[in-house]
């Protein structure tokens, strides 16, 4: 039996293929909705991997009580200096940290970045790596630019000068980060940025590094001890794959009613070109009958040629996909709270070429399925008279 499906199959697919133009243009369709719909995840696995610290397993984030992000936190000045305290045995380093979204320029080119501010750090800031140039000194208008910021904005570079709020500020360093998406952001000291731009005398969170052996869980217990006041103690890695759980959800969903209607739609292609060869083939198909090919292997053949047109736009959408986008960069300033650009990369993993070459696959199994079970009525009697 699976000598005549292949048999019949490859019989099919050689009179698709001498068709030309129209199989070539249902495969291309269906490449590229496959194609949108596998973008549509790489774009959220990004943007997820974005967000996702790169050493996180010892790091915690603490936040005022009740807030689930740094944009709806406040802690004063006072309170973070206690939580920056030196504790040795639970914590290896802390900074207190503040975020603004800023209108900034260099050479009188305008652009929007984050501007966050650190305080309480020694040495290089906790999850910065610098790659060039010296970390801003206290009390002067000292910035470090992140390395995705440098390279999207070619004037922002070490030695030059950045206008915030009529005030010039001096590119000292640039920095790579441990969570990518920091890296388009700008970094100086909190208590400068607070002064020069009159922001409030708040934090919105203080970073820590754990000592080895300590958990979040007994940092929390400790500093409830300490400072009788409510704190939300999060582990780094958690925070931020929460923070980026709403957008990345979000093109999740939007990926699967997308698949849905184009596929609709270009299925009804696949359909129309399979009905149009069966009418061709209809004497075909009653010799093969005549021949001893049963019903059955001619309607699973009729199927798997479909599902083979399905493969070759999966297959077609995956080559694109690894050649034209994989590691292509893109912004969006949609799941930013500050409403400044996010720079992140599309990743297109092993699990989303799957996904690619499997939708086509079913697209054009169910496309095939009508013309299969019609082509049961084309060996009809009738048929094989007219086959004689």
């Known amino acids: 039996m699976l000598l005549q499906i292949r048999a019949v199959s490859s019989v099919g697919l050689r009179s698709l293929f001498r068709s030309g133009l129209a199989t070539a243009i249902v495969v291309a369709s269906l490449a590229g909705v496959t194609l949108a719909v596998m973008t549509l995840l790489a774009l959220s696995q990004g943007y997820a991997q974005s ?23 406040a802690i004063a000045r006072g309170e973070a200096d206690r939580l ?12 207190a940290e503040v975020s603004i979204t800023v209108e900034a320029s260099a050479a009188g080119h305008a652009f929007k970045a984050v501007l966050r501010g650190l305080d309480g750090f020694r040495g290089v800031p906790i999850g910065v790596n610098m790659e060039a140039g010296a970390l801003p000194r206290s009390g002067r ?18 030695g030059e000068a950045i206008e915030i ?16 998406s920091q890296e388009s952001e700008i970094i100086g000291h909190g208590a400068m940025i607070n002064a020069e731009l009159g922001q409030p005398p708040v934090h919105q ?6 000592a080895p052996g300590v958990t979040p869980e007994m940092l929390d217990a400790r500093l409830s001890e ?10 780094e890695q958690d925070y931020y794959a929460r923070a980026a759980a709403g957008f990345s959800s979000f093109l999740h969903v939007l990926a699967y009613p997308l698949a849905a209607i184009t596929g609709f739609a270009i299925s009804m292609s696949i359909l129309n070109l399979c009905l149009t060869m069966l009418a061709r083939r ?5 010799t093969l009958y005549t021949m001893g090919f049963g019903r059955g292997v001619i309607v699973i053949a009729e199927i798997v040629q479909a599902a083979t047109l399905g493969l070759a736009g999966g297959i077609a959408a995956a080559a694109a996909a690894a050649i034209l986008l994989d590691g292509h960069e893109v912004s969006t300033t949609l799941g930013n709270a500050s409403g400044a650009a996010s720079f992140f990369r599309m990743e297109f993993s092993l699990s989303i070429y799957v996904v690619g070459l499997a939708y086509g696959l079913l697209l054009g199994a169910l496309s095939g399925s009508v013309p299969a079970i019609r082509s049961m009525s084309t060996v009809s009697l009738e048929s094989l008279r007219e086959a004689t």
Do not use: C, H, N
Not at 84 to 95: D, H, K, S, T, V
Not at 143 to 149: F, Q
Not at 282 to 286: G, T
């Open 51 to 73: 967000m996702q610290p790169a050493s996180g397993e010892r790091r915690a984030v603490i936040l005022s009580a009740g807030a689930t992000s740094e944009a709806r936190s």
């Open 84 to 95: 920056l305290l030196e504790r040795p045995g639970l914590i290896e380093a802390a900074q």
């Open 141 to 158: 208008r000292e910035l470090i630019v992140g390395s995705t910021l440098a390279r999207r904005e070619p004037l922002v570079k070490v």
């Open 165 to 180: 709020d009529s005030a010039r500020w001096t590119v000292v360093g640039i920095f790579s980060a441990d969570i990518p």
């Open 205 to 210: 969170l203080v970073r820590v590094a754990l």
């Open 226 to 235: 300490e400072t009788r006041t409510d704190y939300e103690l999060i582990a």
């Open 282 to 286: 209809r004497k075909e198909l009653a």
